[in-house]
């Protein structure tokens, strides 16, 4: 299994610029997340994912768009890229036997490093 | 006040030294303490997982949860120069109807020396 893959690991946007983060897991999970990670900030919620076409706000989702087509895939839009929203992205999944109660542990993807100037 | 504190570091330590990491949280519904590892330029993944006060051992770590203080804890025994990495602390609670929220500390960066 590869787990969680995420591209592209890299990428410089210029301001107004949009591009889409991928985000694939195999392990068949169906909660996904999107997190965005500055430094000295800690972990922030952006969106959310507990099953195919269903989607959720995290805790930062201004500017930002998500959809889930299928159970694997869990793409994170950026319209109109700001320079605030220069971060490390990273993307999860986790299990819940309970569609819409709690899961189990979340598995992190590698990350994209995103700058936008 | 945030909900979760953790001191952002960083801290340096010798091989072999033991390693005490903490966090407070200022949220008594939280249910569940979690720390998570994360290498320079990877994914957190899991290390230790508790949901009761008390010791959780493995291995070399040992998570405490003190939660008349609201406040964990994260050894490290003979640390070694693999487990330099930044270490997050993450607390979770689960409503009545099921809804969960996970909150992450700031993370603690760890440098081992040899």
């Known amino acids: 299994n590869a787990g969680v893959t995420q591209t592209p690991k890299f990428r410089i946007l210029k301001i107004g610029q949009s591009m889409t983060l991928q985000c694939t897991q195999d392990m068949n999970h169906n909660y996904m997340y999107w997190y965005r990670q500055d430094p000295g900030m800690g972990l922030k919620l952006i969106y959310y994912?507990?099953?195919?076409?269903?989607?959720d706000k995290g805790e930062v989702p201004n500017g930002y768009n998500v959809s889930r087509s299928t159970t694997e895939d869990f793409p994170l839009r950026l319209e109109l890229a700001a320079p605030s929203q220069t971060s490390v992205y990273f993307c999860?999944?986790?299990?819940?036997?309970?569609?819409?109660?709690?899961?189990?542990?979340?598995?992190f993807g590698p990350g994209t490093r995103l700058t936008v100037t | 006040q945030k909900e979760v504190e953790q001191d952002p570091g960083p801290l340096s330590v010798p091989e072999g030294a033991i390693v005490s990491l903490n966090c407070t949280y200022s949220?008594?519904?939280?249910?569940?303490f979690m720390w998570y590892r994360q290498y320079s330029r990877k994914g957190p993944e899991l290390l230790m997982y508790t949901y009761s006060s008390g010791n959780k051992e493995d291995g070399r770590f040992t998570a405490q949860v003190d939660k008349s203080s609201k406040y964990i804890s994260l050894f490290i025994r003979d640390s070694q120069p693999s487990d330099s990495a930044t270490y997050l602390c993450?607390?979770?609670?689960?409503?009545?109807?099921?809804?969960?929220?996970?909150?992450f500390g700031t993370g603690t960066r760890l440098t081992i020396i040899p």
């Open positions: 994912s507990v099953g195919a076409g269903i989607t």
């Open positions: 993450a607390m979770r609670y689960i409503s009545n109807f099921g809804n969960e929220k996970l909150t």
């Open positions: 999860a999944s986790s299990y819940s036997s309970h569609p819409g109660g709690p899961s189990y542990e979340q598995y």
């Open positions: 949220n008594s519904a939280f249910q569940y």
